[in-house]
């Protein structure tokens, strides 16, 4: 996340990687609570990089590995 927001705009296509591999970082259930947030714009961090669609759906097929979170 750090190197997202580090990364300058002008390297769009490193941009893109990191937040293409993002997902795959996100073992415990506070990071894939962090990942949900971001994909509904909630953190703070990461709020200038939204999410495209195909990590949209990263986010969602990791959301349900959470044990507290509802199929709703």
Known sequence: MK???ETGA???NRIVI????LPG????DKNK????DWREG???L???HPMTIGQEWSAVVTAFTLKDLSNE
Do not use: A, Q, V
């Not at 990191?18 to 591999?21: D, R, T, V, Y």
């Open 18 to 21: 990191l937040k293409s591999k």
């Open 3 to 5: 190197l997202i927001k």
């Open 25 to 28: 970082f996100t073992g415990s």
């Open 10 to 12: 002008e390297h769009k």
């Open 46 to 48: 990461l709020h200038d």
């Open 42 to 44: 909630k953190f703070e």
């Open 33 to 36: 609570k962090i990942l949900l």
